[in-house]
């Protein structure tokens, strides 16, 4: 009884527990994340506004159906090696730091979206015009693959404990401003130089953009320093390496569980039920980020005969209206929790889905707005608590890593997929209510998911110590906890003491 007593007995935080957050650094850290994310997504919105372009410029002898669907094959093809990205630069910034990685994904998403502006048409060189679009997404897709998860670990470990979600949710903003720039610019060249304007050179003036923004993030990451959370766990390690040295050699097993094949495993095994939750949020939040965002614009023209630039302002519209609400979100996350949103989010999605894709359907502006803002709504409430949300799933060795597989593979196999599953199934069934349902599924599983997740607002990160914004604060919480050991101490002493008064 006494071991088992003791054994529980929590020990007091003292003050070397409790990490104060530089405000400055918060800042730079938070806005050097974002801008890779603005950066990313502008090419996104680029690419699913141009989709029909690109589809005349590369395969210029299928027929319109077609070459939508080829445009989004390519955009898919991006996404089945984001989880080899994972693999890669996910275990590499648990083992080198967060901040070197980060500055090589910036590097290599900023060329890769750069080099498709100089690339030759289907009509100048033939087939490898379209083979040479493949392997620039590809490159994109795999750099992408350490992006997300990367920037998303990065401010969860330099947010205090309760601004992590207002925090987190400026990553997403920056999604959708990226998203916002990019469609915006395709709406205004198209309403300047028209179809075939874009279609004979302006579809290129967006990619070459992604060069100067490259550069900006670039210099932006380079200025940053590693997390406290990475430094503390990289002091540990080479602490618990030179004991391991003095005692008389390296620990083959400890050595084993440091190496990549050592972590990867570790993941699957030890964590697997928290992949499986990191997946099935991922699956909620991306198949309604790139229904809307890629898909939509697409769907509204080719499948529903609507006119371009309508479509392409009601998407536009509702990212505007996702980025405005998004902080606001985030902060309702560190106030009421990670759970509650997620499952009403989740729950309004199953609910919502048809009316929405109903309203759209209907033509017009007004009916389709009031169907865009509803799925814009849904779409800002996985977005503005998923960056918060997920890096708490995992522990800071393994955070980065963890995150990284567990977000590609799902971002792959369902999030990515969404346009080209979407725009096959409407072809095959000629049923365009197939949105609806798709949406309808991802809410089931985002439902299931949340329900097995445990609250994480106000808490630290899991294996790191709290996190707060003054001395003050970390005062009062030393201060606490000393407070509530006193009182264990003293429950323990009197459940020893009588026992039998407990029975």
Wanted: aromatic share 10%; charged share 15%; hydrophobic share 45%.
């Amino acid at each position: 009884m006494l071991r088992i007593l003791l054994r529980r007995r929590k020990q007091p935080l003292s003050a070397e527990d409790v990490t104060v957050t530089d405000r400055p650094a918060v800042r730079r850290a938070v806005s050097a994340a974002a801008l890779g994310n603005t950066m990313e997504w502008f090419d996104f919105g680029v690419y699913a506004y141009l989709a029909g372009t690109l589809g005349k410029v590369f395969f210029p002898s299928s027929s319109p159906g077609a070459q939508v669907v080829s445009a989004f094959a390519t955009f898919a093809a991006a996404f089945l090696v984001r989880p080899l990205g994972g693999l890669v630069f996910g275990p590499l910034g648990d083992r080198i730091g967060r901040k070197r990685v980060l500055a090589a994904t910036m590097i290599m998403m900023a060329i890769s979206t750069f080099a498709v502006g100089f690339l030759p048409s289907y009509n100048t060189i033939g087939f490898a015009a379209p083979i040479l679009l493949l392997i620039c997404r590809l490159v994109q897709g795999f750099s992408t693959g350490g992006e997300y998860a990367g920037a998303t670990t990065y401010i969860a470990e330099y947010a205090p404990d309760t601004r992590r979600g207002f925090l987190g949710s400026w990553l997403d903003f920056g999604t959708f401003v990226g998203y916002s720039l990019g469609s915006g610019l395709v709406t205004l060249l198209t309403a300047v130089l028209g179809d075939d304007g874009l279609v004979a050179w302006g579809w290129r003036l967006p990619f070459l953009l992604a060069g100067p923004l490259g550069l900006i993030g670039l210099y932006m990451r380079l200025r940053l320093e590693e997390t406290p959370a990475f430094q503390r766990e990289a002091e540990a390690a080479h602490q618990d390496a030179e004991e391991a040295r003095v005692a008389g050699g390296e620990d083959p097993v400890e050595e084993a569980r440091q190496s990549g094949h050592g972590r990867l495993k570790e993941i699957f095994t030890r964590h697997w039920q928290a992949v499986l939750i990191c997946m099935g949020l991922v699956l909620l939040y991306n198949v309604t980020n790139y229904m809307v965002t890629s898909y939509l614009p697409t769907y509204m023209t080719e499948t529903l005969g609507q006119d371009s630039l309508t479509a392409q302002l009601l998407v536009l519209g509702t990212m505007i209206v996702v980025a405005l609400t998004i902080t606001t979100v985030g902060r309702s996350s560190d106030r009421w929790g990670r759970r509650p949103l997620f499952m009403a989010g989740s729950a309004a999605l199953i609910l919502l889905a048809v009316p929405a894709v109903l309203l759209i359907r209907t033509g017009g502006i007004l009916l389709p707005a009031c169907g865009c803002l509803i799925l814009g709504l849904l779409l800002v409430c996985f977005a503005g608590t998923s960056a918060a949300t997920l890096p708490a799933l995992f522990p800071t060795r393994l955070r980065y890593g963890a995150l990284s597989i567990s977000f590609n593979i799902s971002v792959s196999l369902f999030g990515g997929t969404t346009p080209l599953i979407a725009s096959g199934l409407v072809a095959a069934t000629g049923n365009t209510m197939v949105p609806a349902y798709y949406l309808m599924v991802a809410g089931v599983i985002g439902l299931v998911s949340t329900f097995f997740l445990h609250e994480t607002a106000g808490k630290p990160l899991r294996g790191s110590g709290p996190m707060v914004e003054t001395e003050e604060q970390a005062q009062e919480l030393v201060a606490r906890s000393r407070t509530e050991a006193g009182r264990r101490a003293r429950d323990l002493w009197v459940r020893l003491r009588h026992p039998w008064s407990h029975h």
